[in-house]
């Protein structure tokens, strides 16, 4: 138990003094420190954008989802692949006009492309309100990895606030260049823990993958099937079909620092082309889980399965780094988020003229968000776990005004995108929390995305017929074409 | 514009998407040792990258050609 806990916080301070060593001078100004002065080469880009898609979930949630809805976890599967490929197309546009206009983040772009500041104002709110919870979920996964494998709270409690130190003080001494340093540690420790975990595990307990595998077909044959139940087909396909959306246009703030900070746009249609092959490594997490179906008692807490498996099969030094590397998959897409969050409340919600008053908010935001997550996590773990189902379902009922924010020459204005939005987030949050089983098991986004695009056409239609019917002299938001 | 070459990429994405819907898929049984839909759903994400590569070279060859036309003419 010593060892585990002394690799454990040595884990923690040396992903913290990687961050601190990313950074090279010190940033003039936000666009330096939110994009890394959009110098990114290849390999810093490839480790950042699988920094967003490795995360705790992927790590802990996926073997825990494993154990416990069996092929149902393969739904995180195809989602990244089919987002990466919309991106494919559009990345190349994104970061021309990225670095033509300036952006640095989702707010920035709508702004821009709808001339409303208001659009970037409620987009970059939205945003903050969706993806907080996302970071608490990152800084409560890593106290409870420490508990589970320490079977103490305080030690959980203690890498929380340890941790969370951590990330603020790197972060904000080295911005996006420290977040990239610490993603070459995080994936390079993760793979090799997962790729031990894919062998020991199975042949621990059932004498290989294979042999698990038959044992699994032979004994719960139910778990290799999508069926009948909560995860059923349809939860499997709207699940993924919201996520690759979410993922394709970019809906999650913390996504679009990385793809601005790009050398060029061949780099990131590079990364898309090969990421697909990078993201089978989530099927590993998947098979560990499934050795869990074969020995741990159902109903047993999923989210722990892996670390569980760990201490059973390997030795206590072996079980510190499998905590190291679940710590790094907390610590680090927590960097990320706490970057995408600060930089939309500088440069969407404060709106500063000065930029070294905005340099200053924005700071003062990574501290703030990173203490409110922290001590939530601590004290009200619960308060936001309600906000994290609206995480993905909420973020991507922006799709529609990025999606046709691509078009040189706009379709609608800026009136009924914020229609649609408003709508769609409306009965996002009434089905998530009011009349939870009436979409069934159709994922709650789509549900809203469908009622934003009805309400979007209907406004954009009414606007023409307006434009249409007034006079010359009148001013309307009717289409037209953009810069670019 | 968009070119039929840029559909090759939604040959892989569908049968991602659809692999819960197709019985032969979707059913108890292994392929390999391993489960029907990991092998499918994993087969067809390595299929994504050729499919990208192979737009790529399709729209760089495109993108060429056009170059090329449009010099011809100026050389009005």
Redo the contacts between chains.
Sequence with gaps: MTTILIMTFTGIVLIGVLGFAGRRKPAADLSEWAVGGRNFGAVSMWFLQAGEVFTTFTFLGMAGLAFSGGVAALYALPYIPIGYMVLFFLAKRLWALGKERGYLTQGDYLEDRYDSKLLGTVAAVLGVVFVLPYLQLQITGLGLIVQLVTGNSASGTLSMIIGSALVVAFVLWAGLHGVAMTSYFKDVIMLVVLAVLLVAVPAHFAGGVSAMFHRIDRLHPEMLTIHAGPTDQVWFTTSMLVSAIGVGLMCLPHAWPAVMSARDPKVLRRNYTWMPLYELCILMPVIVGFAAVLVVKPGTAANGILLTLSKQVLPSWATGLVVVAAIATAMVPAAGILIGISSLVARNIARVRAERTQFWINHGTVVAACGLSLLLAIFRPDLLANLLLLTYSGTVQLAPAIGLGFLARRPVGKVPVLAGLFVGELVVIWLTFWEKGLAGNVNVGLVGLGANLVVLALAATAERFVARNASPESESDEPVAVTA | MLRPY?LI?AV??LA??L???LPFV?????W???????VW??A???M??P???L??RLMSRESGELAETAAITEGD
């Design positions: 840029h990429p892989p994405a991602l998407a692999m819960p819907f979707n059913t108890d049984g292994l390999f040792g391993l489960p029907r839909m990991l759903g994993a067809w994400c390595v994504c990258t499919a990208l590569l737009t790529e």
